[in-house]
């Protein structure tokens, strides 16, 4: 529960002092452990389209939040300070998101492969890591996306 509470305040202060797009979309942690993390981003204004589905936009947000906030999640655990950039980003659209959405992500181990990479080699590395997002009062299980980003690692410079 505390890790929960210091994500979600370290996420309302990356999106209030250095990224405003989080800010303004609102993303809550509302699940974190050592294999997953789930966040949940609102279906409202701020994250429509002209079709009443959840925007584009919002949905980068979200899988952008779930795959960057968990790999740090990972380093603070780990004690290690490492810069975090995106590579690139792939989705794929299933069905329409017509409610509140809930981004998963559960690779950890991909995740903590690449740390070691990272730490044994010193050098910046690359690794692709996967999610998906529900709609949690539609269906848990069934997928509205699924999505791909590359993380790239590297020590960071004190």
């Known amino acids: ?26 993303p809550k942690v509302i699940a974190l452990s050592e294999n997953e993390i789930r966040v949940k981003i609102k279906l409202r204004r701020r994250t429509k389209n002209h079709y009443g589905t959840m925007y584009f936009g919002a949905i980068a947000v979200g899988a952008d939040i779930c795959t960057g906030l968990f790999t740090l999640h990972i380093l603070q655990q780990r004690k290690l300070k490492m810069d975090l950039l995106f590579k690139d980003f792939k989705i794929n659209f299933i069905k329409r998101p017509a409610g509140d959405v809930v981004f998963v992500c559960n690779d950890a181990k991909k ?5 070691d990479k990272v730490v044994d080699s010193g050098i910046r590395v690359n690794k692709t890591v996967k999610g998906y997002a529900v709609i949690p009062l539609v269906n848990s299980k069934e997928k509205v996306c699924e999505f791909e980003l590359t993380i790239s690692l590297k020590q960071a410079v004190n």
């Open 1 to 26: 529960m505390k890790s929960l509470f210091k994500a979600n305040f370290f996420l309302k202060a990356l999106g209030f002092f250095k990224i405003p797009l989080i800010w303004y979309v609102n």
């Open 111 to 115: 995740i903590n492969d690449l740390i």
